[in-house]
């Protein structure tokens, strides 16, 4: 069920949840704005496209979501992804990978791939996230120290460059960039200003120093972007020409990759916070018309934002009726305020994109993780995150992911154990049918666990360890919950094999699922009808006879 239409159903949009719900939205209107114009920063795009971006993306989250409580809009997550689409292929490039981004989510939520998405490893979620956060933070250096451009393809290669030009950093850049970064960080700290948020007041205050003083070098929204203009977006589709789109596939993808797992992780927070349960699939389809309406009017990639969600749901947010007044206060601002954003330093943005950073980077959960995660865990974590940092984001994630289900796979593979049962193994079932012992020349082989491609080692070397051909073989899957098309195979193999070697070979217990596919595939039909049983009573009769 759609967000809007669940708060509906539920009653939180009587009148008796308005003013929790206009307070908490105007509040985390105020919060979204310096971050909005930070992201878009960040991104390559224009500070008024951030607040586009967040008043679109807020709206279409809110009424079609999956969760009631989701702020979304741009995030820090993105800025590494959409740096680089913006370098490569321009504004344009990154609106037209964003709508496409957003069609690729519809599908996600069609196809039901939200509760797969949830499912990606959390040492390949902090690697990456954490991996995203140094690269965002060191990209922030030049200004929040007020540094000439460097240029620099690869991490290492920037950060060194970066190093280098460290001793020319603009004194009063810097010192604005301080001040700015202890008021984001002890705001709520200072007696009379405790609810106020610490981007905001670094914000304000930043804004009238350089707007009485106008320190000399010091970089502003005014100098940089020629401030940011006070009307509301107009409609715009991106190039849609064929051979653009071909080209951002990948980029969109990827978009769509990040937004998905982002999105679904801040509703999973929302939920653990407001005792809530959202829908991922709905969530998905939400974010995805988000993705496509955003730049069309002017806007780029958003999600949601853990962040501004949680800051709705502490303020009293219930509904998405929050949601809508958050982006309806970032018009307001638009509107009214936006000639004031002239006197904006960029260090001041640098600054709370600092912050953002710590928060992102996760830093406590990093370390404890490599404290106390098992090996395998730990190096999952750290291939991620050196991989995101010194290579690329795609190929952390792709590499992180397949490491993790290699792993996984092991680990499975070494639970399935194919035994040959003893006699005091079989005594209640050889009781059952009155007997003590084994017939003469019956072997009797037991697997426990998911019969998959990685546990065809097990058969085989289990098998190998008879040394002497028995009569008859008999195979019991009673414990077998699943069998691949790789398990199938190797099984047929070994039967086939016995069968040459004259052993004749029965299955027993098979449930309905594995049962149907060992006849699908034909297994049936290589031991025979007989030779199926569904109790291993009634395959012990049959070999006493």
């Known amino acids: 069920m759609i967000a809007i239409v669940d708060a509906y159903r539920s009653g939180l949009l009587k009148k008796n949840h308005w003013l929790p719900n206009l307070i908490a939205g105007l509040i985390v209107g105020v919060v979204a704005l310096p971050l909005a114009m930070a992201f878009a920063i960040a991104s390559g795009a224009k500070p008024e496209q951030g607040i586009y971006t967040s008043i679109i ?8 979501g999956g969760s009631r409580l989701q702020i979304a809009g741009p995030t820090g997550a993105f800025i590494v992804i959409l740096s680089g689409i913006t370098a490569k292929y321009g504004i344009s490039g990154l609106q037209t990978a964003t709508l496409m981004a957003g069609i690729i989510l519809i599908l996600f939520g069609v196809t039901r791939m939200g509760s797969v998405i949830k499912f990606i490893p959390d040492p390949v979620i902090v690697g990456f996230t954490a991996g995203i956060a140094v690269i965002i933070w060191v990209g922030q250096w030049q200004d ?3 540094l000439p451009a460097v240029s620099g393809q690869h991490f290492h290669t920037k950060l060194w460059h970066l190093l280098e030009t460290l001793p020319q950093l603009h004194p009063t850049t810097t010192a604005l960039s301080i001040l700015s970064l202890l008021l984001v960080v002890f705001t709520s700290r200072i007696p009379g200003l405790k609810k106020l948020p610490g981007p905001l007041v670094a914000l304000v205050v930043a804004s009238v120093l350089e707007g009485y003083f106008h320190f000399q070098g010091v970089k502003t929204i005014g100098t940089a972007f020629g401030g940011i203009p006070q009307r509301l977006p107009s409609l715009q589709l991106p190039d849609l020409n064929v051979g653009h789109i071909v080209e951002l596939v990948g980029p969109a993808f990827t978009i ?29 389809i939400g974010q995805g018309i988000a993705n496509i309406a955003a730049p069309i009017f002017g806007g780029f990639a958003a999600t949601g934002a853990v962040a501004r969600t949680a800051t709705n749901i502490r303020n009293g947010g219930t509904s998405p009726m929050s949601g809508i007044i958050h982006s309806l206060t970032l018009v307001l601002v638009l509107l009214l305020l936006a000639p004031l954003a002239v006197n904006v330093p960029l260090a001041v943005l640098a600054a709370i994109l600092f912050v953002v950073c710590w928060n992102m980077s996760e830093a406590r959960h990093f370390i404890q993780m490599v404290k106390r995660a098992p090996r395998a865990d730990v190096a999952i974590l750290l291939v991620t995150f050196g991989l995101t940092v010194f290579t690329d ?33 079989l005594a209640h079932e050889l009781a059952e049918i009155g007997q003590t012992s084994l017939p003469k020349d019956v072997l009797v082989f037991t697997i426990e666990g998911p019969f998959f ?11 190998a360890s008879t040394h002497t051909d028995p009569r008859k073989l008999i195979i019991r899957l009673r414990w077998v919950p699943f069998i691949d098309i790789t398990g199938i195979q190797a099984l047929e193999e070994a039967i086939q094999d016995l069968q040459a070697r004259k052993v004749e070979v029965m299955l027993t217990e098979a449930n309905d699922r594995v049962a149907s596919k060992l006849e699908k595939a034909g297994i049936v039909d290589l031991v025979g009808a007989g030779n199926m049983h569904t109790s291993l009573a009634g395959a012990l009769v049959q070999n006493s006879r």
């Open 57 to 64: 993306a807020g709206i279409c989250v809110s009424l079609f």
């Open 144 to 146: 929040f120290f007020g």
């Open 256 to 284: 769509a990759m990040l937004g998905a797992i982002e999105s679904l992780l801040s509703a999973v927070v929302a939920d653990g916070m407001a005792g809530t349960k959202h829908d991922s699939n709905k969530e998905l």
């Open 393 to 425: 984001l795609v190929i952390a994630v792709n590499i992180g992911v397949i490491l993790a289900i290699l792993h996984f796979m092991r680990r499975m593979a070494a639970n399935v154990e194919v035994r040959q049962a003893t006699e005091d193994d």
């Open 453 to 463: 491609f990685g546990a065809i080692e097990n058969l085989e070397r289990s098998l």
